[in-house]
């Protein structure tokens, strides 16, 4: 009895452990969207987790542990889910559709998740440790683009989504639909 009641515990404090990390990864990713990666601090992480700042520094010792561990989770849930919107096409024609929806999403003013993604291409720019996070980010978009469009295409449609979301983001104005979707066509040929 005793046995199964030690177990239940260690059960709930690595489920509270996991919980609280995740929790930390989350509010990096916020802190990172609000201010920078440059100005991202254990501290700011600590306040915007709700926790105390030792938990941060418990769980990730460096400051670039926990922006490694928020912007993989990030990546791959960007990844995951540019795939899993194509994942429902069934013609080229269909997945166009869907991948000029994402580049106007992703111009939108406000977008926390292309801010996190430009925060992210600036650190990897700089430091290769995570120039992988974005090389697998990119092979994870490649591969599902793959289903639809030759290798060569892919090569140019995948940079051509991310350079429109910059753009967009960028301008003074308005998110252009008809450009967008002008731009992919042409780079796919249809």
Known sequence: MAEQSQAREDRKSGAVKRSKRALIISACLTVVAEYGVAATTHRKIAAEAGVPLGLTTYYFAQLHDVLYEAFSQFAQDGSDAFAESLRVCETPDA???????????????GNKASVITHELYTLASREERFRNI??????????ALRRFFDADTVRMLDPLIEGLIIHGLLSVNDPDPDLVERAVRRIVGR
Do not use: D, K, P
């Open 134 to 143: 974005t090389q697998q980010w990119m092979c994870g978009n490649r591969t």
């Open 95 to 109: 997945a166009i559709s869907v991948i000029v929806t994402f580049i106007l999403a992703g111009q939108e003013e």
